[in-house]
């Protein structure tokens, strides 16, 4: 009878599945959380209208001065009616076109990487769900078999079978768990909040797909040039030099030209007109504008090495990352599990055979339990290098 109770205790602990109910449970994919996430987020609509800006101010890139309309008394006899109008010299207002269309695809580009980091939050948090709900889900097996335990162990006592201390450990171990699935449980709400607020939708009724370990991507160094960060710094680089060739057009003389009438009423048209030049005689206010500008797009060029050093290094770091946890995975998959399996399947045995106690079980097949979490842990840190590779790589 005492080797028959023990079977139904792990036969029922063992066998309980903890699939939820499907009905009315919609399977949210990342895929489908990063679209909704860029549908709803205020930043990237703030960053799609940076770029219509921009685009509006490409016509006003030409930009000519408003005339002049002027109504004077040239002789002091009667009124006439002048106008006057100025323009640039027509490099500069090529010049600011194209400092303008360089805008453009500068905003372009900070829109990339406003959806790049809110894709990489997501997947994130997406991941994290993942990581809790298989953490919980591990937990939730190794709790219904120690709360069976519990239970049978203070029946034992009751029957005055087992002592005290047996008693006592049996219950702290059954505890432990339970509150270990009920920290977990925990995290996964959070990280639903999380994902709620990204993607603006409740996600009471949603399930996630399964934890898997993701495809590892080729480790190269050289794909900084892809990160939208170091393509944004670029980017400004290309800006800075338009800014130096507008102000270098700025230094070209300007035009002028109009109509007055300062003779008398029957003047012929001809004296009526005037134009003229102006002439940039005041040289150092321009060279200290070109200098300046130069300046600037020196600046540029040194904030896209540092943005260059801190991607490259971040990139490092990422994949030193996934080298250490496809070595970690690649223990537990090829040994550890199989060790973790093979001793909860042992320990069992014996405890149906009356041939361990309840301690010894409960101590053997905690040490097993913590395994198959340590690999879920190491799962997540791969995970989560593969998911740096991406975001950094600009790949995700």
Same mark, same amino acid.
């Given at each position: 009878m005492k080797h028959y109770w023990q079977k139904s205790i792990l036969a029922f602990g063992l066998a309980m599945q903890f699939s939820p109910l499907l009905i009315g449970q919609v399977r949210l994919s990342v895929e489908e959380a990063v679209n909704l996430a860029l549908h709803k987020n205020p930043a990237i609509k703030a960053s799609a209208l940076a770029v219509r800006r921009n685009q509006q101010l490409l016509g006003a890139a030409r930009n000519v001065p408003n005339p002049d309309l002027t109504f004077d008394s040239p002789t002091g006899v009667f009124y006439t009616i002048g106008i006057q109008q100025s323009f640039r010299f027509p490099t500069v207002y090529g010049r600011q076109y194209q400092q303008q269309q360089q805008q453009i695809l500068l905003s372009q580009k900070e829109q990339v990487i406003t959806a790049n980091d809110l894709k990489y939050r997501t997947h994130t948090i997406y991941y994290a769900i993942q990581s809790a709900e298989a953490y919980q889900w591990q937990l939730l097996s190794q709790d219904s078999v120690y709360a069976q335990i519990s239970q049978a162990a203070q029946r034992n006592f009751d029957a005055g079978i087992i002592d005290k201390l047996a008693l006592l450990y049996a219950q702290t171990q059954a505890a432990e768990v339970k509150n270990q699935v009920r920290v977990a449980g925990l995290q996964v709400a959070s990280q639903k909040k999380q994902?709620?607020?990204?993607?603006?939708?409740?996600?009471?009724?949603?399930?996630?797909?399964?934890?898997?370990?993701?495809?590892?991507?080729?480790?190269?160094?050289?794909?900084?040039?892809?990160?939208?960060?170091?393509?944004?710094?670029?980017? &400004?680089?290309?800006?800075?030099?338009?800014?130096?060739?507008?102000? @270098?057009?700025?230094?070209?003389?300007?035009?002028?030209?109009?109509?007055?009438?300062?003779?008398?009423?029957?003047?012929?048209?001809?004296?009526? &007109? !005037?134009?003229? +030049?102006?002439?940039?005689? &005041?040289?150092?206010?321009?060279?200290?504008?070109?200098?300046? %500008?130069?300046?600037?797009?020196?600046?540029? @060029?040194?904030?896209?090495?540092?943005?260059?050093?801190?991607?490259?290094?971040?990139?490092?770091? %990422?994949?030193?990352?996934?080298?250490?946890?496809?070595?970690?995975?690649?223990?537990?998959?090829?040994?550890?599990?199989?060790?973790?399996?093979?001793?909860?399947?042992?320990? !069992?045995?014996?405890?149906?055979?009356?041939?361990?106690?309840?301690?010894?079980?409960?101590?053997?097949?905690?040490?097993?339990?913590?395994?198959?979490? @340590?690999?879920?842990? %190491?799962?997540?840190?791969?995970?989560?290098?593969?998911?740096? +590779?991406?975001?950094?790589?600009?790949?995700?």
């Open positions: 994902l709620e607020i990204l993607t603006g939708i409740s996600l009471s009724t949603s399930l996630f797909t399964p934890l898997v370990k993701l495809t590892s991507p080729a480790l190269d160094t050289s794909n900084i040039v892809q990160n939208p960060a170091v393509q944004v710094a670029q980017q &400004w680089e290309n800006v800075t030099q338009k800014a130096v060739e507008v102000e @270098r057009a700025n230094a070209m003389p300007s035009f002028m030209v109009g109509y007055y009438n300062q003779g008398t009423q029957e003047a012929s048209l001809g004296f009526r &007109w !005037r134009a003229g +030049i102006s002439l940039p005689l &005041w040289a150092g206010q321009y060279k200290s504008r070109i200098n300046a %500008a130069q300046t600037e797009q020196q600046i540029a @060029r040194q904030n896209t090495e540092v943005q260059k050093q801190t991607v490259s290094s971040a990139l490092q770091q %990422a994949q030193d990352d996934l080298i250490l946890s496809t070595n970690s995975l690649t223990f537990y998959e090829t040994v550890a599990l199989g060790q973790a399996d093979a001793i909860i399947s042992t320990a !069992r045995r014996f405890f149906e055979n009356g041939q361990t106690d309840y301690t010894n079980f409960l101590r053997t097949t905690n040490d097993a339990y913590a395994i198959k979490l @340590r690999y879920l842990e %190491a799962l997540q840190n791969y995970n989560q290098a593969v998911l740096a +590779i991406h975001y950094l790589t600009g790949n995700l």
